[in-house]
């Protein structure tokens, strides 16, 4: 079976739909979402009314969980402005989302880890920045899952790591927002380092999981305009150039 991950479209519709071209392009048996769907100062209702037909194995990341759990006064930028132009089926929809789902026994969708919607997995964040995650670390966040394959966003990096047995994670990337700085848990910027939408195919085979990380071109000075046009600077900025 050949699975398309998808993760972090935050509402940028254009990215989305260049994914999902390339999806249909590329025969794959099934697409999952692994969340932070819509937040952003981009086109989060409409890209809420592309996926909802689609009916796609999606989780809830740590921004659909501000979107249901937080007034507008207590909520970030991005979510104040998402949450403005959703209509009651689209909040709906987010507040249904599991935050895991196992699309077949063995595979784990996650936003972050398994513990947690905003803990990052393959990478480390401390008082130096951002660096990849020991080996110890990952396996140390793995939990009891038996799953052989683990798929996880939330950093917007595109990364495989095989552990020291059969298991497999990967971090597709980010659809949407190929950039970003955050202050959790110390201040730190994550750049893709391209304006690429990302996603990831992975199949089983008979040694284990293998994952393909996909970059896709599409007009993301449009999406950047958008931003740009809404007072964003800093995501017309990190749209345009992944930095």
């Not at 099934?30 to 100062?41: A, C, F, W």
């Not at 990831?200 to 970059?215: D, P």
């Amino acid at each position: 079976m050949r699975v398309a991950v998808i993760s972090d479209i935050h509402g940028n519709l254009a990215a989305l739909e260049a994914v999902l071209a390339d999806v249909q392009a590329r025969s794959a048996d099934i697409v999952v979402n692994l969340g932070d769907t819509l937040s952003g100062p981009l086109l989060p209702a409409e890209c809420a009314d592309r996926l909802m037909p689609l009916n796609l194995p999606t989780i809830r990341g740590n921004h659909e969980r501000q979107l249901t759990a937080l007034c507008p006064e207590e909520m970030g930028l991005s979510d104040r402005y998402t949450i403005s132009c959703l209509e009651p089926h689209h909040r709906s929809w987010i507040a249904r989302l599991p935050p895991t789902l196992s699309p077949q026994p063995d595979v784990l969708m996650v936003h972050g880890t398994p513990r947690s919607d905003i803990e990052y997995w393959l990478e480390t964040v401390s008082e130096n920045g951002l660096r990849p995650a020991s080996m110890e670390e990952i396996v140390s966040r793995t939990g009891t899952s038996q799953a052989s394959l683990f798929l996880c966003g939330h950093t917007h990096l595109a990364r495989v790591v095989r552990l020291d047995d059969v298991r497999t994670v990967v971090n597709p990337g980010s659809v949407g927002l190929p950039a970003y700085q955050d202050e959790h848990p110390f201040p730190h910027r994550v750049q893709s380092g391209s304006p690429h939408a990302r996603y990831a195919i992975v199949e089983k085979q008979s040694g284990g999981w293998s994952a393909e990380l996909i970059a896709l071109p599409y007009d993301w000075e449009s999406m950047a305009a958008i931003a740009e046009a809404r007072n964003r600077l800093d995501w017309a900025e990190a749209l345009r150039t992944g930095l």
